[in-house]
C-alpha cells in the first residue's frame, strides 16, 4: 500500500473530526469538502459570517454538503476552560475584555473548541503564521504530559528506487528549536518516536540521534548534549521493544549498514535509523531541504508535535490537498 493510501485509511478508521479556522480561504474550502466526501473526517468550519462563508464556496463551486458550518459563540466552548485561559491571560497583563475578544477570533476560537474536546484536531497556518499558529495553541492547548519542548517533524518520502531510503523516515526538529539543550533534544526525540508510531504503528521505531562525532569520536559541548539526551530517551522508553534509540551518530553511520557496523558495531540502530534527531534547527533544516532538493524525497511537514492535542502549523504556500493530508495525520491515534 503507498503511504497516501496507508495514513488516509488509518484516519478513516478514528472517525475523527477537524476543525479548520482558516475558513473563507478556498483551499481549506476545498480541503473540507474533500474530507467529507471521502469519508476521512468530519469537519467543523467556524466563521463569524455564515452567509459570507457560503458565498466563497458557491463563488469557489465548493459543495458544503456534510460539513459543519458554525458561527462563532463563545458558549460553544467549556466554560471551565475559557475562563482559566482569560484568567491565564489577565495574569500577563491582557484585559478580560481583550482576552474575551481573542477568543472571539477564529484561530483562539478553533483551538479552545478543540480544548473543549469538540474537535480532535485543528489545521491551521496557510493563512496566519507560525508564532501566531504556536503562541495560540501554547496558550490555549498546552503541551502533552512530560513534554516542555514544542517542535516539529518532516515526514520524509524517498523517491522510487532510492538506493538508501526504502521507505518513509522522519526528520525533527527542522522548524521550531533554533538551539536545544539536552533536555529539549529530550523532548524533540520522545515526541518524534510518539508521532512515527502513530504514523507507522506496525515498524519498529529507530531514533538516531545525529552529531559530527559517532560514539565518542570527537569531543564538544554540543556533542556532550546529544549523548545526555540520549540517555534521557532510553530511559523513557526503557523495556519498550518497539523503540530502539542511538547516538551519538554520524549521519552515514546511521543509514549505510557497512558504515554503521564499523563505526558502532554493537549499535542497533546503526545503519538501520528511520527516526532521526538533529541536534539544531541550522543542520535540521538545512538537511532536510539537502534531501529534498538534492536527493528528491518528498518533505511532508512541518507536522507539529509536542502539544497535549494534535495541532497544526502549515506552510502559508501550501496546497489543498496539503491540508487533506496534514488532517488525516493529525487524526492518527
Known amino acids: 500500500m503507498e503511504l497516501r493510501e496507508h495514513i488516509l485509511e488509518l484516519a478513516k478508521k478514528v472517525k475523527g473530526r477537524v476543525i479548520l479556522p482558516e475558513s473563507y480561504d478556498v483551499r ?75 477568543l472571539e477570533s477564529p484561530l483562539y476560537f478553533s483551538m479552545m473548541y478543540l480544548k473543549s474536546n469538540k474537535a480532535d484536531a485543528c489545521v491551521c497556518g496557510c493563512i496566519e503564521d507560525t508564532a501566531d499558529v504556536l503562541r495560540a495553541a501554547i496558550h ?85 548534549k546529544v549523548i545526555e539526551a540520549v540517555k534521557a530517551v532510553k530511559d523513557y522508553f526503557k523495556g519498550n521493544e518497539n523503540v530502539i534509540v542511538d547516538g551519538e551518530l554520524q549521519f552515514d553511520a546511521s543509514v549505510i549498514p557497512n558504515i554503521g557496523k564499523r563505526k558502532a558495531p554493537d549499535s542497533k540502530v546503526a545503519g538501520n535509523a528511520n527516526i532521526f534527531i538533529f541536534p539544531d534547527l541550522n543542520s535540521g533544516n538545512i538537511g532536510y531541504k539537502i534531501s529534498e532538493r538534492y536527493g528528491g524525497f518528498q518533505a511532508l511537514g512541518p507536522v507539529v508535535q509536542g502539544l497535549a492535542q494534535p495541532v497544526s502549523d502549515l506552510s502559508r504556500g501550501c496546497s489543498a490537498d496539503d491540508i487533506y493530508l496534514i488532517s488525516a495525520i493529525l487524526l492518527l491515534k
Open 140 to 224: 490555549v492547548i498546552g503541551t502533552a504530559a512530560g513534554i516542555k519542548l514544542i517542535s516539529s517533524y518532516f515526514l520524509m518520502i524517498p523517491p522510487k528506487n532510492h538506493e538508501v531510503a526504502k521507505e518513509p523516515v522522519l526528520f525533527a526538529d527542522c522548524s521550531v528549536n533554533p538551539s536545544p539543550d539536552s533536555l529539549g533534544l529530550k523532548d524533540i526525540g520522545i515526541s518524534t518516536i510518539e508521532s512515527f508510531r502513530k504514523l507507522f504503528p506496525n515498524r519498529q521505531a529507530k531514533a538516531a540521534f545525529l552529531s559530527f562525532s559517532t560514539r565518542g569520536s570527537a569531543k564538544h559541548k554540543c556533542v556532550d
Open 28 to 102: 481549506v474550502l476545498e480541503a473540507a469538502q474533500n474530507l467529507t466526501k471521502d469519508g476521512i473526517a468530519q469537519v467543523t468550519l467556524p466563521t463569524n459570517d455564515i452567509e459570507k462563508l457560503k458565498k466563497s464556496a458557491a463563488d469557489a463551486k465548493i459543495d458544503l454538503s456534510g460539513i459543519e458550518i458554525i458561527k462563532i459563540d463563545l458558549s460553544l466552548l467549556d466554560k471551565t476552560n475559557a475562563e482559566n485561559f482569560v484568567e491565564a491571560r489577565s495574569k500577563k497583563g491582557l484585559s478580560r475584555e481583550d482576552a474575551l475578544k481573542l
